[in-house]
């Protein structure tokens, strides 16, 4: 299973991004998809969740009010709209799968940059 995210780029505070993300290769049947983000020299920071099978969303406190994950369970797609960014989002975004509901996520895709002026 591969994991393909697109969309990032270069915005100014204020202004808003969509970032994609697909999967493909065997058939696979994901519970969990989910969007990361990783600053140099920090860890990879969870961003925000969907659960397919109780439509259920989670945001972390910076993501909170500002992006929206949304996808299609049945294409294993899934999207992360961001709006008011702010320099501290610039990152590298990864997505992530899983066909389990708890736990680590299996599949990761390879990240895009997203970086945010001021």
């Known amino acids: 299973v591969q994991l393909q995210a697109f969309g990032g780029g270069v915005v100014q505070a204020g202004g808003s991004l969509r970032l994609s993300c697909a999967a493909s290769?065997?058939?696979?049947?994901?519970?969990?998809m989910a969007w990361f983000r990783q600053i140099p020299g920090k860890e990879r920071a969870f961003v925000a969740r969907?659960?397919?099978?109780?439509?259920?969303?989670m945001y972390a406190d910076s993501a909170r009010g500002r992006f929206t994950i949304s996808g299609d369970n049945a294409k294993n797609t899934v999207s992360l709209q961001m709006n008011s960014l702010k320099p501290e989002d610039t990152a590298v975004y990864y997505c992530?799968?899983?066909?389990?509901?708890?736990?680590?996520?299996?599949?990761w895709g390879q990240g895009t940059q997203v970086t945010v002026s001021s």
């Open positions: 992530a799968a899983s066909p389990k509901r708890f736990g680590s996520y299996d599949y």
């Open positions: 290769g065997r058939t696979f049947s994901s519970v969990r």
């Open positions: 969907i659960t397919w099978n109780i439509g259920s969303t």
